[in-house]
């Protein structure tokens, strides 16, 4: 019994030491510097999905789920077939319908040639921003930017 508790328990300090890694690797994604300095490319491509031009990613009113970070590529993001915005590389979106829980408000595209993401579940972006605050305040500041920018589109000239 007791070879048994131990396996267990070495078995779960495995798998907590590997998703912890994988944290600190989409970590780097938010730094200063962006994920091409603060992430080595060879670990990003255990996480990183080649998506071929045109692909829908999510559509509006979809089901939250996890949020991506645009590596290479564009992804236009329109609702009710407006366009909104066109994400570029080192940008990151869906982050909104992840952090409450709500359905998708948009619909991301990938626009132009192929597109490279990675995509993040909400335990690594919690675990992120519960360790990192520099990386909160960064999102906070991205968040209210991108608000203040709807906005003035919405005001009009």
């Known amino acids: 019994m007791y070879y048994t508790f131990a396996a267990l328990l070495f078995g779960a300090e495995v798998m907590a030491a590997a ?5 600190l690797v989409l ?3 938010f730094g200063e510097t962006g994920a091409r300095d603060g992430v080595a490319a060879g ?12 692909r829908v990613i ?3 009113g979809d089901p939250d789920g996890a949020m ?24 990151y ?8 829980g709500l359905p998708r408000t948009a619909t991301a595209t990938v626009a132009g040639a192929a597109a490279r993401v990675v995509p993040i579940n909400r335990g690594n972006f919690d675990t ?15 968040m209210a930017l991108r608000l203040k920018a709807t906005s003035e589109q919405l005001r009009g000239p």
């Open 93 to 100: 979106f869906g982050e909104m319908s992840m952090l409450l």
């Open 27 to 29: 970590r780097g994604l």
């Open 19 to 23: 998703w912890r890694r994988e944290t």
């Open 58 to 60: 999510f559509r509006e």
């Open 68 to 91: 991506f970070y645009l590596l290479s590529g564009a992804v236009a993001l329109t609702k009710n077939g407006q366009a909104l915005r066109t994400m570029q590389a080192g940008e």
């Open 128 to 142: 992120i921003l519960r360790e990192n605050p520099g990386v909160v305040k960064k999102i906070l500041k991205e």
């Open 43 to 54: 670990l990003l491509d255990r996480f990183a999905q080649e998506l071929p031009a045109g």
